[in-house]
């Protein structure tokens, strides 16, 4: 079941990156024809992107940077939940991701998170 967004971490996401997952199978036949399968209708997209977190002022008991761990470590019982957010490619109505990477940092008083995620 998909979680929300922690509401004490902001999403002004930036730094887009992105792409398709492969969509296509490929059959070989002995007679050397190739034939090309779509896997699913539509292909699902990834994205790479950076957020930046606060952490040195703390809001109920936890930094901005404490409450995303918090949630991606609970919440996301450590990635293995989806999660919705607003449609990051239409920037319209919400959708469900998934993080196919542990998310990574740097900085001091202001983290640098580095998260990649997919459509669901």
């Given at each position: 079941?998909?979680?929300?967004?922690?509401?004490?971490?902001?999403?002004?996401?930036y730094?887009?990156?992105?792409?398709?997952?492969?969509?296509?199978?490929?059959?070989?036949?002995?007679?050397?024809?190739?034939?090309?399968?779509?896997?699913?209708?539509?292909?699902?997209?990834?994205?790479?992107?950076?957020?930046?977190?606060?952490?040195?002022?703390?809001?109920?008991?936890?930094?901005?940077?404490?409450?995303?761990?918090?949630?991606?470590?609970?919440?996301?019982?450590?990635?293995?939940?989806?999660?919705?957010?607003?449609d990051?490619?239409?920037?319209?109505?919400?959708?469900?991701?998934?993080?196919?990477?542990e998310?990574?940092?740097?900085?001091?008083?202001?983290?640098?998170?580095?998260?990649?995620?997919?459509?669901?």
């Open positions: 079941m998909a979680q929300n967004w922690s509401s004490y971490v902001n999403k002004k996401l730094g887009l990156g992105g792409g398709y997952n492969e969509n296509i199978e490929k059959v070989n036949f002995k007679s050397g024809r190739t034939v090309f399968y779509k896997k699913n209708s539509l292909p699902k997209k990834k994205y790479s992107l950076s957020l930046d977190v606060n952490d040195s002022t703390k809001t109920d008991g936890k930094t901005e940077f404490e409450w995303f761990l918090y949630w991606y470590e609970v919440t996301l019982a450590s990635g293995t939940q989806s999660f919705y957010l607003e990051i490619t239409t920037h319209s109505g919400t959708r469900e991701y998934q993080m196919t990477t998310p990574t940092w740097s900085g001091q008083k202001t983290k640098t998170l580095s998260l990649e995620f997919e459509e669901v």
